[in-house]
């Protein structure tokens, strides 16, 4: 099984990039050629200034505090491979994690932040123990994606 969250991602950087024409075209026809007449709705131009802004803050802001990730997984092969790197306005480095499925031993699924945040710990085994590989942060996976990953993990781990 091969999946990835592309359309997640990529959803999510349209959402932003739409945010960032609406705030430029209602700063232009507001502030640069007075267009609009305000009060609109019964509000002054700085609410609905601040308002515009903070949605824009939240959509930009939002996936990078809630550990977003670009995340690719296959467990075709000999291999459990993931793939991620971290989304939003600063792009972290790209990661790869492949885990033989002889050498699989379990993984761990940890929550944050009301649910909100949610990460996966893989450990492996070797002769001179466990080794434990960084969170990969499943935040931005839909139900279906978190779903298939986790029943796709279980299939792979021994029993103990």
Do not use: C
């Amino acid at each position: 099984m091969t999946f990835d969250n592309s359309k997640s991602i990529i959803s999510q950087r349209i959402k932003l990039f739409g945010a960032t024409i609406v705030l430029l075209a209602y700063l232009a026809m507001a502030y640069v050629i007075s267009m609009i007449k305000f009060p609109l709705l019964g509000m002054s131009d700085t609410v609905w200034t601040v308002l515009l802004i903070g949605i824009w803050l939240i959509l930009a802001f939002l996936p990078m505090i809630l550990n977003y990730q670009y995340i690719s997984y296959s467990d075709d092969g000999d291999f459990l491979v993931f793939r991620y790197f971290t989304s939003g306005m600063i792009s972290g480095k790209k990661n790869s994690v492949e885990i033989s499925k002889a050498s699989f031993s379990g993984y761990k699924i940890e929550t944050r932040f009301f649910g909100l945040i949610k990460s996966i710990i893989l450990f492996q085994k070797f002769q001179e123990g466990l080794a434990k590989y960084p969170p990969v942060y499943i935040s931005a996976l839909t139900s279906a994606e978190k779903s298939k990953l986790i029943k796709s993990l279980n299939n792979h781990t021994p029993s103990a």
